[in-house]
């Protein structure tokens, strides 16, 4: 299960004790924060997407979408989310707990400054009744990211 490699990980850095299970799903935005009775922005939701033929996440705020725009001068293409089947067997984690954490070999992270706003945030943890809560900095930290970048607007 991708939640034991996440707790795995984060075992690594004596921080496997953050990750919190939940009984409900937080499969999404709105569950996430019901579950974590928090603000919807704080939750750090992972998009996953297909750019030259490999995985890549953006790491966002919860209240905010993609701006196509925006996407496109970065990478160069067109926005184009993984189909959900095809998410566990490119990044390995399923649609619902997708997080920057334990991926898949070859998976290209990214943060989008939508997060920056934030003192802290809740990024899933592998599976869809899971999260942590982590600093701006240590979302840095354990992510692996490859840079910061500004790809979405915040929806209304």
């Not at 943060?111 to 809560?133: H, M, Q």
Request: charge should be negative; hydrophobic fraction near 45%; aromatic fraction near 8%.
């Amino acid at each position: 299960m991708a939640i034991e490699r996440v707790k795995k990980y984060f075992e690594n850095y004596g921080m496997a004790e953050k990750i919190r299970e939940f009984d409900v799903s937080s499969a999404t935005v709105e569950l996430a924060a019901a579950a974590l009775q928090c603000e919807p922005q704080r939750i750090a939701k992972t998009l996953s997407f297909l750019v030259d033929g490999h995985a890549v996440l953006i790491v966002t705020a919860g209240d905010t979408k993609i701006d196509n725009a925006k996407y496109k001068a970065q990478f160069g293409t067109k926005a184009k989310m993984l189909q959900p089947e095809a998410v566990e067997t490119l990044v390995g984690h399923a649609v619902g707990g997708v997080c920057p954490f334990a991926v898949n070999e070859g998976v290209d992270i990214y943060l989008d400054v939508s997060l920056k706003r934030f003192e802290t945030v809740f990024p899933a943890c592998g599976s869809s009744n899971s999260a942590i809560e982590l600093t701006i900095a240590e979302l840095e930290k354990y992510a692996g990211y490859l840079e910061w970048v500004d790809v979405c607007k915040v929806s209304n």
